[in-house]
């Protein structure tokens, strides 16, 4: 069936997508990245789009295009912190071989990983069922990643034998408790000082020794 130009027209303007314009990879990391420090330092659940473009000095339609809307370019900037975050941590341990050591430095590099995003951030994070699942997804990746070194300095010896399971959890928990400030408000610590307890913590269930 043919369609009119008027019609055609009016159709572009009713979808969501219709007036969002392509922009480079170049620019679409720069802007998500200038939003990621943004939404860290804040939050966002209280943010619109037209507040984003202005903080960012841009306009709504450049924001369009990096993603429809402020849904979309909210859990774009979680799926881009967690991606880095990930990606640094692996790094840092890739060349660890000792089991504890390995631990040690994975739950420090959560702890500065996961610094770098404010108690409102997270609890905004926590409360949206979008970004809730990014993150559940990440914390579960986590204490997987836990429970492998677990195993594998039980296999090796360098650790007496443990529920890596139960332990792996119990972390992810603990690391939640951190980054919403409920433990940091009972205990008086940073949040560095706590991961560092949280290692030390860790270990000394694993191996009957403080480090």
């Keep these: 069936?043919?369609?009119?130009?008027?019609?055609?027209?009016?159709?572009?303007?009713?979808?969501?997508?219709?007036?969002?314009?392509?922009?480079?990879?170049?620019?679409?990391?720069?802007?998500?990245?200038?939003?990621?420090?943004?939404?860290?330092?804040?939050?966002?659940?209280?943010?619109?789009?037209?507040?984003?473009?202005?903080?960012?000095?841009?306009?709504?339609?450049?924001?369009?295009?990096?993603?429809?809307?402020?849904?979309?370019?909210?859990?774009?900037?979680?799926?881009?912190?967690?991606?880095?975050?990930?990606?640094?941590?692996?790094?840092?341990?890739?060349?660890?071989?000792?089991?504890?050591?390995?631990?040690?430095?994975?739950?420090?590099?959560?702890?500065?990983?996961?610094?770098?995003?404010?108690?409102?951030?997270h609890m905004d994070m926590v409360a949206n069922d979008a970004t809730f699942e990014i993150w559940a997804l990440n914390a579960h990746a986590s204490a997987q990643r836990v429970r492998e070194f677990i195993r594998e300095g039980v296999d090796s010896g360098r650790f007496r034998g443990i529920h890596a399971e139960f332990v792996g959890e119990s972390v992810s928990l603990l690391v939640d408790g951190i980054q919403q400030g409920e433990l940091l408000t009972r205990t008086g610590l940073t949040s560095g000082e706590a991961y560092t307890e949280l290692s030390e913590l860790v270990l000394s269930a694993l191996t009957n020794t403080s480090r």
Aim: charged share 30%; proline share 2%.
């Design 1 to 121: 069936m043919a369609t009119s130009p008027r019609t055609a027209l009016a159709s572009r303007r009713a979808r969501p997508g219709g007036r969002r314009r392509r922009i480079d990879e170049t620019r679409r990391e720069q802007l998500l990245g200038r939003l990621e420090g943004l939404i860290l330092a804040e939050g966002f659940a209280d943010l619109t789009v037209d507040e984003l473009a202005t903080r960012l000095q841009c306009s709504k339609s450049t924001l369009y295009g990096v993603a429809s809307g402020k849904e979309r370019l909210v859990t774009a900037v979680f799926k881009r912190f967690f991606r880095n975050a990930a990606d640094g941590i692996e790094e840092r341990v890739a060349t660890i071989s000792d089991p504890a050591d390995r631990i040690a430095a994975y739950l420090a590099a959560v702890g500065e990983a996961m610094g770098k995003m404010s108690r409102t951030c």
